[in-house]
């Protein structure tokens, strides 16, 4: 049983995943973000319960009153993703690269409901989504990136990239870190399998950016304290 299970979950991921999009496409011509929020953490929940897995949350206790947050969160597995959605108390957009749009249904899906997809392989067009994502966030819409850029194969937290910076400090609103442990031994990348398994995440507080100053040094200021933070909150230091 032990080695069937992760088939199993494999295949539920990809039908649950298929039709929560489907259903998503459906609620679109109502044009409100609720439902495809409601749609999203559904997804989330019922692919985390059907595949036996447990998501512990710490830091979900805070206020969460700004308007909207930039959340952003160590990577290491595709499984973070549906952790997120399915805790945190708060509609959240995605940033997701340009070629996960190109899935069937649940591409058209992701485009479609509001993430803001970055093009890595344009610098113009990169910039022009890190525009789009702060017009966003000032609209007062949540939006969740991870800064290191792609997956973690160490399980430890990465170099940082450039543009969520830029980011932070064009949208002037909180970054709200949050860190996650265990989602590689869940679904490790390069891997297929959909293991039963238990994931932390922790919420930080949120990082003021009102006051920081939009330079070199400003950025690289605020990207290290950044990383400071991921790394203590996916390492589990310092909580309860």
Not at 207 to 231: K, M, P
Request: hydrophobic residues 45%.
């Amino acid at each position: 049983m032990t080695t069937v299970r992760p088939f199993f979950n494999a295949l539920a991921v990809g039908g649950l995943t298929t039709a929560w999009s489907s259903l998503a496409l459906g609620v679109l011509p109502l044009r409100n973000p609720r439902a495809t929020g409601w749609v999203a953490k559904r997804w989330a929940q019922s692919v985390l319960s059907t595949c036996g897995v447990e998501v512990l949350a710490t830091g979900l206790d805070q206020p969460f009153d700004a308007p909207s947050y930039l959340v952003m969160a160590n990577h290491v597995s595709l499984f973070d993703v549906p952790a997120l959605y399915a805790v945190m108390p708060f509609e959240m957009k995605a940033i997701a690269k340009k070629e996960l749009t190109y899935i069937p249904v649940f591409g058209w899906a992701l485009a479609l409901g509001g993430a803001v997809v970055v093009d890595r392989k344009s610098r113009a067009r990169a910039i022009a989504s890190i525009d789009r994502a702060a017009e966003t966030i000032r609209a007062g819409q949540s939006v969740l990136m991870f800064p290191e850029g792609t997956r973690s194969t160490t399980g430890t937290l990465g170099s940082l990239k450039k543009g969520p910076f830029h980011l932070a400090l064009a949208a002037r609103v909180p970054i709200l870190p949050v860190g996650l442990r265990g989602t590689a031994a869940v679904l490790a990348k390069g891997d297929w399998r959909v293991h039963p398994g238990t994931i932390q995440l922790a919420v930080g507080n949120p990082i003021f950016t009102e006051d920081r100053e939009d330079s070199e040094a400003g950025r690289a200021a605020l990207s290290a304290e950044v990383a400071e933070t991921l790394g203590q909150l996916a390492s589990m230091r310092n909580r309860s």
